[in-house]
């Protein structure tokens, strides 16, 4: 199982910026996608962003599109995701996921501790 350590989550202001962090270790992670979920307080977790390793290509939530970016450092073995014009609403724990490629389909591989990211109005 792959381990996955977090940081950079805290305090903003609505319409400011923050930048999340990732590193895995413990794997290869050529056949690997990468990616953020989030759960606010009473709510269902909820799909962020993901980056596949080997292309770099990134998906998207529909609350986060053109305000959050997903990206990777192969080198560092980290990903981030950098969050722009936030609102309250994105105020969550964010969770790191590993998901492992197994015959065409995602499997879930390993979660971060989770990160906590606070938007104030």
């Known amino acids: 199982q792959v381990q996955l350590v977090e940081s950079g989550g805290g305090l903003a202001q609505a319409g400011g910026s923050l930048r999340l962090s990732c590193t895995a270790s413990g794997r290869t992670l050529s056949n690997y996608r990468m990616g953020w979920y989030r759960q606010a307080p009473a709510k269902v977790r909820e799909f962020v962003a993901a980056i596949t390793w080997s292309d770099g290509v990134p998906v998207y939530g529909d609350s986060v599109k053109g305000r959050f970016t997903i990206s990777k450092d192969n080198a560092k073995n980290t990903v981030y995701l950098q969050m722009s014009r936030l609102n309250v609403e994105d105020t969550a724990i964010y969770f790191c996921?590993?998901?492992?490629?197994?015959?065409?389909?995602?499997?879930?591989?390993?979660w971060g501790q989770g990160t906590q990211v606070t938007v104030s109005s």
């Open positions: 996921n590993a998901e492992r490629t197994v015959a065409g389909f995602q499997v879930a591989d390993g």
